[in-house]
């Protein structure tokens, strides 16, 4: 308790003085709450070191919205995942930066994805702005240093003076939350553990520029309750479905036009993995309308209650390196009829990712 009293009070006077104080936190320090299946306090190439294997360390004491982290790992040329969860809100909601040793190189050795109600979406988050090239050093020391402000993380690696990544837009809104390190598959080793507290003031990076608005995006969609996706099975027209007990939130795209069903529901395998996505459109005369679309992992699309699609891109249906990651690599061609219309996309999701997104090919008439 007065351990952390006098941190508190300490973080207090930093922020009081408007000075951004860097306080290193060593591994051995009360302040890490250690879980999981494998930790242990060592030393690695000569320097103090904390080796986690399927297991994390958490910073609870610090609630970070902006600031500076910096710290030292290692690892060996092998398949995993280590990296950092912050701004934790809870045990399944947070932000997430990881590395994969055994990607090294390549346009996923590394991966930015939020963590909502549990379920991690490296499916929808991919490419440029979420993962670089990066190459790894094995079996030595490397340095990490992420600047977060607002919603974006500068990330340089080993020491560079050029971000060797920028995240531009963080799913979730800017809010404090705690810190944890983790490595899951593969031994890592941590050390000279940092950080800063920034105000908004003392953030010198640029707002994001954002790109003009593509008006062919959908940019929100209702999103039903969950529901089993078995439930669906020999389902072709929605008449013979029963939706009155389903309950509807309006969701908003991220700014790619990706929409993270996950933010409000829940996922639960076979029992709520599968929900509807709603459109409405209001059109002055009939026509085909070219709809392109995306989504994570399976999805059914019905306009005006008939089934018109159902696809599958769970990761490796395809082929044993097919990763299932989302993208506007389907269109279907609806038939609208005058006045009132209703699409409906019956998402449902395995892991990785519980996504939908949709542009138009011509504007309606």
């Not at 531009?168 to 553990?193: C, K, T």
């Not at 969950?226 to 389902?235: H, K, Q, S």
């Not at 029992?271 to 459109?279: C, G, I, W």
């Not at 299932?324 to 269109?331: F, M, N, P, S, V």
Request: charge should be negative.
């Amino acid at each position: 308790m007065y351990i952390k009293l006098f941190f508190a009070i300490l973080f207090s006077l930093s922020i009081t003085a408007g000075i951004a104080q860097t306080i290193a936190v060593p591994f051995d320090s009360l302040r890490w709450q250690l879980e999981g299946q494998y930790y242990k306090l060592t030393t690695y190439q000569n320097q103090d070191a904390l080796l986690l294997r399927d297991a994390s360390a958490t910073l609870n004491d610090v609630l970070l919205q902006d600031g500076i982290l910096e710290w030292d790992m290692a690892f060996a040329e092998q398949r995993g995942f280590a990296g950092i969860y912050f701004r934790v809100k809870d045990d399944r909601n947070a932000e997430v930066f990881y590395l994969r040793p055994h990607q090294s190189g390549k346009p996923d050795a590394n991966q930015y994805t939020p963590l909502d109600n549990g379920l991690t979406s490296w499916q929808l988050y991919t490419g440029e702005g979420y993962a670089a090239a990066l190459p790894y050093v094995f079996d030595q020391w490397f340095h990490i240093k992420m600047v977060i402000t607002g919603r974006q993380v500068t990330i340089f690696l080993n020491g560079a003076t050029t971000p060797s990544l920028n995240i531009p837009w963080l799913h979730h809104i800017a809010e404090e939350g705690a810190l944890q390190l983790y490595a899951s598959r593969l031994p890592v080793y941590f050390a000279n553990f940092s950080y800063q507290v920034l105000t908004p003031e003392q953030s010198t990076l640029d707002p994001p520029a954002h790109s003009p608005s593509d008006p062919s995006l959908i940019k929100s969609w209702e999103v039903s309750s969950p529901f089993a996706e078995n439930d669906l099975n020999a389902i072709t027209n929605l008449e013979k479905f029963d939706t009155q007990d389903l309950q509807w939130t309006t969701l908003a795209a991220d700014p790619s036009g990706t929409t993270n069903l996950a933010t409000v529901s829940a996922f639960q395998k076979d029992s709520a993995n599968t929900v509807f996505a709603k459109l409405i459109l209001n059109t002055n005369q009939p026509q085909i309308k070219g709809f392109q679309f995306g989504f994570s992992d399976r999805a059914r699309i019905f306009c005006n209650g008939k089934l018109l699609f159902a696809g599958n891109d769970t990761y490796r249906t395809r082929d044993f390196r097919y990763l299932g990651t989302i993208g506007y690599h389907d269109t279907v061609y609806l038939p609208l009829r005058k006045g009132h219309n209703e699409i409906w996309i019956a998402v449902s999701e395995s892991f990785g990712g519980w996504g939908v997104q949709g542009r138009w090919l011509n504007p309606l008439e």
